[in-house]
């Protein structure tokens, strides 16, 4: 077991489905802890962290937001992350340079497709989590429903530590099972008051506490064996293993409340210390011990916002410290970089501070170059951190300045944003020569657009939407030959290649493969390496459409070589035009994007919403009816969502919801 701690950081984020309350919960943690002085409402475009025009106007996140507090003699600093799937990329970075998360469950939808994805993203990353059960206060809100689906859907072992107090409407308060007391908050109350278990929960309580002592023991050696010794587990023991489980990830602590009744938030607070990792609780980046402040400066440059008084970079600052006025190598382009200032962030606020050190999350003014994902070091320890990934875009739309004065101004904010936001790429069409904006959805670049307009003042004319092909094998080639030879002058070009090309299959995700059988070194391993180098340019268009190609598998099956003229650059040259005339000669298919849709609708509105999804090619895969209320799964190809709020809008009488979520690529329809 691990000994117990008390570090004073905790880099938190709040993941969860879009419109689970986040947001609130962040207000709230914000109001308690005494950072703010103020409740923010997001109906009321009055939050703290979603501080940006679009974001009021909209009601959503859009932009990860960072704000500090403390509680308990913990620096908490927390990133409020987007819960809707077009800005994931944002969800992605911060992962990146958390140490743990909050998840945020909607009472009476449990996990919802946007959750599941947050949670695979955390997964990945390998980020501790705690979960919150929101909005108990709800018509239709269920605890056991919602653990179940955590347990179902998340394919975690759910560990809930709270019972509730009263039901919907009448939900008061909790009990907490491992203290084995009760917290009840009055109306308008802003804290609880700490009372004995009340006598109609006793016995369910107790209940309760001993299946959470056996799921515990089952779990954690040292908890095992202090049950199997006593038949219970005390109060230290149990939460020591349950920091254990949660810091390994083989099980999550589930807390419940409601945010917007200001209901369940301070023991959030209380488990967000007791359970999730300090710094210092993390493997370390480099071969020095983690977050160790004496170290050499070790940063990760995670976000970059252009503001009225300059450009700034935040940073997760792994080890060592920074001080104002040091000079710090950029290990991605090679420059050295003055920090002339280090601000705390306080989502469209900052406080100056002297120095940031290890374990601090802090944005920082002077770096001109620095991208999301660069490595911040001292010039004299030069080391490079993985950065996140980034998505691939999905959807494109062409984009225009309406005077043609403006175009200049254009290509400086297009590469202004796209330093900004790496999901969105810019660039220009060589057939049309227009430029053409693509991001991660139809929202993701609405909002991209109203950004050049709001914050920089120009006027632009949008093309229609496009989204991304692809192109695939469906039955392949075998034994195509393929001779390079070039003879100018001098050294001249020798390559001589056998390939078999065929599909990948279903059963791979892998868009590409390449393996070699040729044997008796007709082939260098080295000019092998060149022809898989050649394959994978030439898998940038494909014969159909000029669109990359994925989903393939090629073998080089033989070869030649010429004692002076052959090169890597000639293999290289070989494999690129062997490939080509091979998809050439193949059976080629078109793929488009698709999308996972989830309808949520009056049960009256059901009929006329799967006639509009058969209309747009939709698959209907589920549908379930709970208090009224129909929801609808249906994968559904990108290009036919385009204008789908409205429509969804018109037929529900403004009372349907729907989200998405990517779902890969299917074949297109034949034209």
């Known amino acids: 077991m691990r000994t117990n701690l008390t570090p004073v950081i905790r880099n938190l984020g709040i993941l969860a489905h879009v419109d689970a309350g986040k947001t609130t919960v962040t207000e709230r ?24 025009p679009q974001e009021r106007d909209r009601g959503i996140t ?24 077009d800005f994931s990329d944002e969800v992605e970075r911060s992962l990146r340079v958390l140490d743990g998360a909050v998840a945020v469950f909607d009472a009476v939808a449990g996990v919802e497709p946007q959750s599941e994805t947050v949670w695979r993203q955390a997964d990945r990353h390998g980020v501790p989590r705690i979960a919150f059960v929101n909005k108990l206060d709800r018509a239709g809100a269920d605890l056991d429903s919602a653990v179940e689906s955590i347990r179902t859907r998340l394919g975690t072992v759910p560990l809930p530590v709270q019972l509730p107090i009263g039901r919907e409407d009448g939900f008061t308060g909790v009990v907490d099972l491992v203290r084995m007391r009760a917290y009840v908050w009055a109306d308008g109350a802003d804290t609880y008051t700490v009372l004995p278990v009340p006598d109609g929960l006793r016995d369910e309580a107790r209940h309760r506490r001993r299946r959470l002592e056996e799921q515990v023991a089952e779990l954690h050696p040292a908890a095992l064996e202090e049950f199997c010794a006593t038949d219970a587990l005390s109060e230290g023991t149990l939460t020591g293993a349950l920091r254990d489980l949660t810091l390994t990830g083989e099980a999550v602590v589930v807390l419940c409340g409601s945010a917007y009744r200001n209901r369940g938030t301070e023991p959030l607070l209380d488990a967000v210390v007791a359970y999730l990792p ?90 001109k170059a620095a991208r999301p994902g660069a490595t911040l070091c001292a010039p004299d320890a030069p080391v490079v951190l993985e950065p996140p990934t980034t998505a691939d875009p999905v959807v494109s739309v062409a984009v225009e300045a309406r005077r043609s004065t403006d175009t200049g101004r254009l290509a400086t904010a297009l590469a202004r944003l796209s330093e900004e936001d790496p999901s969105l790429v810019v660039r220009s069409d060589p057939e049309t020569g227009q430029t053409v904006l693509s991001g991660l959805g139809e929202l993701h670049l609405e909002v991209a ?15 229609r939407p496009q989204v991304a092909y692809r192109e695939t094998v469906a039955k392949g080639v075998t034994g195509l030959l393929y001779r390079h030879v070039k003879q100018d002058g001098g050294a001249g070009q020798f390559a001589h290649v056998v390939v078999d090309v065929e599909p990948t299959g279903s059963d791979s995700d892998a868009e590409f493969t390449f393996r070699s059988t040729v ?29 990359p190609v994925t989903g393939v598998r090629v073998t080089l099956t033989d070869g030649a070589t010429h004692p002076k003229d052959s090169s890597e650059m000639a293999f ?23 999308a996972e849709v989830t309808v949520t609708v009056p049960a009256e509105s059901v009929g006329a919403v799967l006639g509009d999804l058969a209309a747009r090619r939709g698959r209907v895969t589920d549908q379930t009816t709970r208090s009224g209320t129909a929801v609808v799964s249906a994968t559904v190809p990108l290009a036919e969502l385009f204008g789908y709020a409205s429509r969804l809008r018109g037929r529900t009488q403004g009372r349907g919801t729907f989200t998405t979520r990517p779902a890969g690529y299917a074949p297109a329809p034949t034209p």
């Not at 260098?524 to 180098?533: F, S």
Request: neutral net charge; contains cysteine.
């Open 29 to 52: 943690i914000l109001f308690l802890t005494g950072a703010t002085h103020k409740r923010g409402e997001v109906h009321d475009g009055t939050t703290v962290t979603d501080f940006d």
């Open 62 to 85: 859009i932009f990860a937001a960072a704000v500090s507090c403390d509680w308990a003699g913990h620096r908490i600093n927390l990133i409020d992350t987007p819960g809707h799937v």
């Open 278 to 367: 300090a710094p210092s609780d993390m493997p370390p980046v480099r071969g020095e011990t983690p977050a160790d402040p004496a170290a050499p400066f070790t940063a990760l440059a995670f976000k970059v916002t252009a503001t009225a008084t300059g450009r700034m970079t935040y940073v997760r600052v792994y080890a060592g410290t920074l001080t104002k006025g040091d000079t710090v190598l950029d290990t991605t382009t090679g420059r050295t970089e003055r920090i002339s200032r280090i601000l705390r962030v306080q989502a469209d606020r900052a406080t100056e501070m002297d120095a940031a050190r290890a374990g601090d999350i802090v944005a920082v003014v002077g770096p």
């Open 449 to 463: 657009v109203e950004k050049l307009r709001r914050d920089r003042g120009l006027e632009v004319t949008v093309g």
């Open 519 to 547: 044997t008796g070194g007709r082939v260098p391993q080295e000019y092998v390496r060149a022809v898989e180098a050649g394959c994978r340019d030439a898998l940038v268009e494909g014969p159909l459409g000029g669109h």
């Open 572 to 594: 290289r040259t070989a494999g690129r035009f062997a490939l080509r005339e091979a998809l050439r000669a193949s059976a080629m298919t078109l793929l488009e994007p698709v």
